[in-house]
């Protein structure tokens, strides 16, 4: 099992336009949470899916939107990017049957607005 | 508000020397707390939970519900330990959304 996969790894975009990173959760896993980390700072929850509907949000523009497939991977779309959205993006996934505590993360996306 | 400090931005440790990295919270209610811990080139994991009372690697963390604080300790440092640590919590349920500190860098010296 590869663990919680992310793809680009790296993506260099520019003001206005709009991006979408991917992510395969866990294998056994149901539930997908995404996460921005800005430089020197702790991860910022942005939304959580699971059964293929935004369950929780965090404090992030309606820019920011998600969906899961009915494999449970997920992804997450930004637009109408900004210099401020330049940051890693991580995905964790969970699962629900399991208790649901522990969140595995992915390696991250780390995308550049220019 | 929900909020996480770790007031330390890197901690400086000598190799045998007891390590303490510290976090404060705050929170109306009961939280789960975590310590969260990236090793270099590897990815965020999870080091320890309140809840299951483990010493992982020789750390443990204990809950202080009346100073809100959940401090993160190892009697004697090791080289490996070198890493960015970060404290979180969430609400005590299942795959709620966790709230992170900045995290700490502990540098453990040889």
């Known amino acids: 099992d590869a663990g919680v996969t992310q793809s680009p790894t790296h993506l260099i975009k520019t003001r206005g336009q709009q991006v979408t990173l991917r992510c395969s959760p866990k294998s056994g896993h149901d539930t997908v949470s995404w996460y921005q980390q800005a430089l020197g700072q702790g991860p910022q929850f942005i939304f959580q899916y699971y059964e293929e509907e935004e369950r929780q949000r965090g404090n992030f523009p309606d820019r920011f939107s998600g969906h899961q497939f009915p494999n449970y991977s997920s992804e997450l779309n930004v637009n109408a990017l900004l210099l401020g959205d330049s940051a890693l993006y991580l995905c964790?996934?969970?699962?629900?049957?399991?208790?649901?505590?522990?969140?595995?993360f992915g390696p991250g996306t780390r995308l550049t607005v220019t | 508000a929900q909020r996480v400090t770790q007031p330390e931005k890197l901690l400086s440790v000598f190799k045998g020397a007891p390590v303490e990295l510290k976090c404060n919270y705050s929170y109306s209610g009961s939280p789960e707390l975590f310590w969260y811990v990236q090793y270099s080139r590897q990815r965020l994991q999870l080091l320890l939970r309140h809840i299951s009372r483990e010493s992982i690697k020789g750390f443990t963390a204990d809950l202080n519900k009346g100073e809100t604080s959940f401090h993160l300790k190892k009697p004697f440092a090791q080289e490996e330990d070198s890493a960015m640590y970060y404290c979180a919590l969430s609400r005590q349920a299942r795959d709620d959304k966790i709230i992170f500190g900045k995290g700490t860098r502990l540098h453990i010296l040889p």
């Open positions: 964790a996934s969970s699962s629900r049957l399991a208790g649901g505590y522990e969140q595995y």
